[in-house]
């Protein structure tokens, strides 16, 4: 398969297009460049050429994206995948944006530190993708959202400008955080190709602890009250056909609850009796390695096949779940508690009921896949979505990164 | 620009009398923050009372093209809220109410004129505490701290402002007003909150700020070690770091900072130590012997002479006094000093502070360093004779050599105190200019006009106008002096 040779690299950075599709829609090339000069040269390219650029990582978020309007050429950044500098007493990391997460995690922990981001399918997830797609897990209250970890940026403007922002120390407050702003921006302001983060060392100890619960179980406010201040690093809640891919005993109850803690030894033996206090025995625990596994388990069950629902909330217990009690959709939920994060995977026609049960109880639809028709429950502001389409026609004024298509004005 | 009586007629409008202060001896009071070498005579200063009339004055300057400077306690050191262009200072003093409290969710809604630390003290009964804490948090606002992304000693553990802000209400350029973020940690789409943190009031005016509390740590153990020589106390840091254990706060003050706070306060500090090393581990009780044993050892391993454990909180506070004093100790003892705020990465402490004195010794000057060591943010003081000028441009020119040499090092030109008018030339040193212009693209698109805070940040940005406030002489410079911090000088 040979791009456009106006594209400007060599051909041997070509990929197979059908890869890259998007909503069934494959671009007419995609390129794979190997340094970020390249990158910048195919951006710079396709801009002269007036095509539309979409940036790929491992393809984790992009799976469910929609075809944009338009959609020419796929980067597919998976070769940026070098860490530049690792400095272990530092606790910071710059690497390629193509790096996968599950390859900066395994350097981390042989230095016994970890990598402050999560996200589904951690084998192919990139750093890159993680940030731009604002992509989190089981444990988003200890690490904070990639905007809290990243330090600084190497980007690609829709023109081909190579920009810096912030930098590589963990206190900075020198100019703007556009590397910030990036974070949740879909590869639609610019092209991410190298990020600096604030790295934590490795807790001395992990343990998973499971519970059933019954829907009464879950509505019951008190219950799960005193578990926030614990500060858990893990209390998430699945549904019984989600569970099961989980590979824990069956419960009783239609959930499972998970509570993570990840500590010092003494005080992780007290957090165990003070949650065994107010939940009673576990049905199960893990600890170390297993436990550390079940995180990621946890996380990639976001990635459910089917239409899916994501909402932000500040309920921080399981008792935020009461309304879902009895609903189809609850079978299959994850919901991260303390960072208030739900997932649901409903019936394509009951998306949009469900949607509105939720918004009334505090949770705020961020993101539907595979629900084309959804109209959003709370439309954002429209000073708000002006700003993003400012920003965006700042920062790519021809419109040249398809996914920035969402801000266009006129919308929502 | 100077305001006509029909605007101040207006203004008295929008926020009744008492909220327009344009006699010369109010505004002048609003011409500098704590970088007194950079003034700017505001044409008036506006005080409001609630979200809507900030949006209404906003909107009422956004239609006269006049400049609008927000402003929280004054404290900043680079002169963000100086009004170098005229026009309007925002001042944000009557907005100081804690909103709302959600104790279960541990988060609470407040106004940005609070002032940081009456927010710890009215969620305590909650069991609850604010961590961010600029050694100005008796003084500085939570809104001056969003706009500086404030760090403080404690941000090691706890991270910066940044960390605890979960949304704000923002008046736009336009005087448009806009939640971004709020009570759930996340909102959909990209992070426009994040990048207002850390904005120095450029990019919109933060009038409802909604932050994440945390539970108040069981116990706290603060120890103090010292050291012959100050480069021992930096690889202590990084030992302990290495031991994976993460502090709440690790502080240094070198052999100058402990002569003048000891010439003045008399703690028994060691005048022949190089370096004394604070470091503080909070978290539940059963961890921290542990720890203390751990980071005790570590010290040792770089030949700390001597470890002193504060067994109670009057103990405690023996310990941070000297520390919190710094400020105030060099404002008594110095004839003029110069504070700066570079970091450099945690494992080059050793090898800054050496470039730090030789940079000064070659100009004939001294500088102490008081220092958040664990994150490699440093204070260098470099001190002068306020009465020399020869000595001042010294000064001047050795503090921009130690922030060159911060950034050969791979670090930055500002931890926490923020960029304002003092650091903007550096800019130009850090970043290349696509950089910059990236950044200025950015502002542009949420500040067409330019008015928010204008001419700050950025080295010659927006409309390309230079400044006109005034440009005082390095003369000026003896001003940096302690004032009103006292003891417990606020500031850094």
Not at chain 1, 55 to 65: I, K, M, Y
Not at chain 1, 182 to 201: F, Q, Y
Not at chain 2, 250 to 279: K, N, Q
Request: hydrophobic share 45%; charged share 20%; proline share 6%.
């Amino acid at each position: 398969m040979n791009p456009s040779p106006a594209l400007g690299l060599d051909t041997a950075r070509a990929v197979d297009p059908a890869r890259f599709r998007l909503g069934g829609t494959a671009p007419r090339a995609a390129l794979r460049p190997a340094t970020r000069g390249e990158v910048a040269e195919a951006v710079r390219a396709a801009a002269r050429d007036g095509l539309a650029i979409v940036p790929w990582g491992g393809g984790v978020a992009l799976a469910h994206e929609p075809a944009p309007a338009r959609y020419d050429v796929a980067l597919d950044l998976s070769a940026l995948d070098r860490v530049i500098e690792y400095e272990a007493e530092d606790m910071t990391l710059t690497a390629e944006c193509g790096a996968s997460i599950a390859a900066l995690r395994r350097l981390l922990a042989a230095r016994g530190q970890e990598a402050p981001l999560e996200g589904a399918l951690a084998e192919r997830a990139t750093l890159g993708g993680v940030l731009a797609s604002n992509a989190s897990g089981p444990r988003r209250l200890r690490f904070g959202s990639p905007r809290d970890r990243i330090l600084g940026a190497r980007v690609v403007l829709a023109d081909g400008t190579i920009a810096r922002t912030g930098g590589k120390v963990v206190k900075n407050v020198a100019g703007y955080a556009l590397h910030r702003l990036l974070c949740g921006s879909r590869g639609g302001l610019a092209v991410m190709i190298e990020a600096s983060l604030k790295l934590v060392p490795a807790p001395a100890c992990r343990a998973a602890l499971v519970f059933g619960a019954t829907a009464a179980e879950i509505a019951d406010h008190d219950r799960w009250a005193p578990i926030p201040r614990l500060e858990p690093a893990v209390l998430t809640v699945v549904g019984r056909a989600a569970a099961a891919a989980l590979g824990l005993p069956p419960m009783p109850g239609d959930f499972t609850v998970i509570v993570g803690l990840e500590d010092d030894a003494p005080w992780l033996d007290r957090q165990v009796s003070a949650t065994a206090q107010a939940l009673g025995a576990a049905a199960a625990r893990l600890d170390g390695e297993t436990a550390e596994a079940l995180w990621q388990k946890l996380a990639d069950l976001e990635e459910q096949d089917g239409p899916r629902l994501s909402f932000a909330t500040a309920h921080n217990t399981p008792a935020g779940l009461a309304p879902l009690s009895g609903h189809a959709a609850a079978a299959r939920l994850v919901f991260h508690a303390p960072a208030g994060r739900l997932h649901v995977f409903p019936e394509a026609r009951d998306a949009q009921a469900l949607a509105g049960l939720l918004a009334e109880k505090e949770f705020a639809l961020i993101e539907s896949r595979g629900i084309e028709s959804l109209e959003p429950p709370i439309a954002p502001q429209a000073a708000v979505h002006q700003l993003r389409s400012r920003i965006r026609a700042a920062l790519d004024p021809e419109h040249r990164l398809a996914l920035g298509g969402r801000w266009e004005r006129g919308e929502p | 620009m100077s305001l006509t009586r029909a605007h101040l007629e207006e203004l008295r409008a929008l926020l009744g009398d008492d909220g327009v202060l344009d006699t010369e001896a109010a505004r002048f009071t609003y011409e500098a923050d704590a970088l007194t070498f950079e003034r700017g005579m505001p044409d008036v200063v506006v005080l409001p009372r609630s979200s809507d009339q900030v949006a209404a004055l906003v909107r009422w300057a956004h239609a006269r093209g006049i400049p609008v400077t927000p402003r929280g306690a004054g404290t900043g050191l680079a002169g963000g809220s100086t009004p170098e262009r005229g026009g309007i200072v925002l001042s944000m003093s009557r907005m100081d109410r804690l909103l709302r409290v959600d104790a279960g969710r541990m988060f609470a809604w407040v106004q940005p004129g609070l002032v940081n630390l009456s927010l710890s003290q009215q969620v305590a009964p909650h069991g609850l505490y604010y961590a961010p804490d600029p050694a100005s948090q008796q003084v500085s606002t939570l809104g001056g701290n969003v706009a500086a992304n404030a760090g403080g000693p404690h941000c090691l553990k706890y991270g910066v402002t940044l960390n605890h802000i979960l949304g704000v209400v923002a008046v736009l350029h336009d005087g448009m007003v806009v939640k971004l973020g709020g009570e759930a940690p996340d909102a959909p789409d990209f992070d426009l909150a994040s990048v207002i943190v850390g904005s120095e009031g450029t990019l919109a005016v933060v009038t409802e700020i909604c932050v994440r509390l945390l539970p108040r740590p069981e116990a706290v153990k603060t120890m103090l070690f010292d050291f012959e020589q100050v480069e021992d106390a930096c690889r202590a840091v990084s030992a302990v770091i290495a031991a994976g254990i993460v502090p709440a706060a690790m502080e240094i003050m070198d052999r100058h900072t402990v002569e003048f706070v000891e010439a003045w306060l008399h703690l028994g500090l060691p005048l022949d130590a190089g370096a004394v090393l604070l470091i503080e581990m909070d978290g539940p009780a059963v961890n921290l012997e542990a720890q203390v044993g751990r980071v005790a050892a570590a010290a040792r391993a770089y030949h700390a002479r001597s470890t002193r454990v504060a067994r109670d909180e009057a103990e405690r506070a023996a310990l941070w006094r000297g520390r919190k004093s710094a400020f105030g100790a060099y404002g008594r003892s110095a004839n003029g000093f110069y504070i700066m705020d570079g970091v450099v990465p945690r494992t080059r402490l050793a090898e800054a502070l050496s470039a730090v004195h030789a940079l000064c010794a070659e100009r004939g000057l001294q500088a102490g360093n008081v220092f958040h060591a664990g994150d490699g943010n440093l204070h260098p003081h470099v001190l002068f004779k306020a009465d020399d000028p020869a000595s001042q441009q010294q000064a001047l020119e050795a503090s921009h050599e130690i922030l060159r040499m911060c950034i050969r090092l791979g670090g930055t030109i500002s931890g926490e105190h923020g960029v304002g008018i003092e650091k903007r030339p550096m800019m130009l040193e850090l970043f290349a200019a696509e950089d910059l212009a990236t950044m200025n693209r950015l502002r542009a698109a949420f500040d067409p006009g330019g008015l928010l805070n204008p001419g700050k940040i950025l080295p010659g940005d927006g409309d390309g106008r230079p400044a006109t406030g005034a440009r005082h002489a390095p003369a000026q410079l003896g001003g940096m002096r302690a004032g009103a911090g006292g003891a417990q000088g606020p500031w850094i």
